[in-house]
């Protein structure tokens, strides 16, 4: 039966897919190799502050708080004494709350700011934690574990869509691998490590860690970022022009960049190469640098590495609003009528040279 389901589940989900219409795309640049893919999906994430506070919130709270999921059937085996049913009940409890988090959840977060619903969510569950520890009355924790079902897809559906809304459309599938691995390794690592709690010492002091951790946990990731979920940006700017290149694969491209900068703006330029850096980085770069002229220390020289001159064709069609605009901030502090300066450059592979030695 279990079997049968399973399978009925499957091919439901593969026939939504299938009629379902998705937009054709108008790809004019080479094809991405998955490896170079999964690369600049990593990339974009490891450049990208926010969403590593996402992650590391996303951690935090899904390692000690999926546990208490994974504590429940001895919960209800051995303080509660239920069977499979009893189980069954207080598990649907959870998903009471769940439902009536997702119901009113959305005029709930236009409310209250994201970080307060995020340790409001901590909070919740570290309580329910602590009453599953002491309490042996059914109804009590069956109106904890409401409470806490609640809490669960507060927390995870706040951090899930702003993590969602802070990339483009070109990298969020793969920007999500990120937050999944981090998701469903700290839910299972809580499990096991909490589970392991409860064997060697018992079920309360099981629950009582798991308490402690969300709490310690929401005090330090507080200061982390965590932005509402916003509408994310569907239309990449408009592409820089590009000089013409015969082989899309050439390369690696060295990018140069002359930055002639106001002296009294100099300190402000460099705040802003910190961004800059980051938007490099994100869209493609290998590596980057940041150098001065030796006679002239306001024209700053910015280089950058590219794989290919078609790795260089993708970074700029992922230049969307929110890079360009740094991009603005900085031209502001150039020199008037001194624009910045680009060059390419490809590399070149000299040939080796066979060198024999005579004798005599």
């Known amino acids: 039966m279990r079997c049968a389901s399973w399978v009925r589940d499957f091919v439901a989900v593969l026939a939504a897919v299938a009629v379902t219409a998705v937009p054709k795309r108008r ?10 893919a999964a690369r600049a999906g990593g990339r974009y994430v490891a450049n990208s502050p926010t969403l590593l506070a996402l992650i590391a919130r996303a951690t935090v709270f899904i390692f000690p708080a999926g546990a208490t999921w994974a504590l429940l059937p001895l919960v209800a085996r051995h303080k509660l004494g239920l069977g499979s049913i009893g189980y069954g009940l207080l598990l649907g409890c959870v998903g009471v709350g769940a439902l009536a988090a997702a119901t009113f959840g959305p005029a709930l977060r236009k409310r209250v700011t994201p970080r307060v619903l995020y340790a409001a969510a901590a909070i919740a569950i570290a309580a329910t934690a602590i009453v599953l520890a002491y309490s042996d009355s059914v109804v009590l924790d069956a109106i904890a574990l409401v409470a806490s079902g609640a809490a669960w897809i507060s927390g995870i559906g706040l951090l899930a869509a702003a993590y969602q809304t802070q990339m483009p459309p070109w990298v969020k599938a793969r920007g999500m691998s990120y937050y999944l691995v981090a ?20 079920i309360s002091d099981a629950f009582l860690a798991i308490s402690a951790c969300l709490l310690v946990g929401s005090l330090l990731t507080w200061r982390l970022a965590l932005p509402r979920a ?18 899309p694969e050439a390369g690696p491209v060295m990018v140069t960049v002359t930055w002639p900068v106001q002296p009294e ?38 280089t950058f590495i590219v794989g290919s ?34 060059h ?9 040279r066979l060198i024999a030695n005579h004798d005599g």
């Open 27 to 36: 790809v004019t640049l080479p094809v991405e190799h998955a490896l170079d």
């Open 265 to 302: 703006r100099l300190d402000d330029f460099l705040v802003l190469a910190g961004e800059l850096r980051q938007l490099r980085r994100r869209t493609g770069a290998g590596s980057w640098r940041l150098y001065r002229q030796a006679e002239d220390r306001y024209e700053l020289i910015e």
């Open 309 to 342: 001159w078609a790795e260089h064709e993708r970074q700029h069609a992922r230049i969307y609003p929110a890079e360009t605009a740094v991009i603005d901030r900085l031209e502001q502090t150039l020199l008037p009528g001194r624009p910045r300066l680009v």
């Open 183 to 202: 998701f469903q390794g700290s839910n299972a690592v809580g499990g096991l490590a909490f589970g392991t709690v409860a064997q060697t010492s018992s």
């Open 230 to 247: 916003v509408a994310a940006e569907v239309e990449a700017a408009e592409p820089w022009a590009l000089p013409e290149v015969q082989d």
């Open 344 to 352: 390419h450059s490809l590399a070149v592979r000299a040939p080796h």
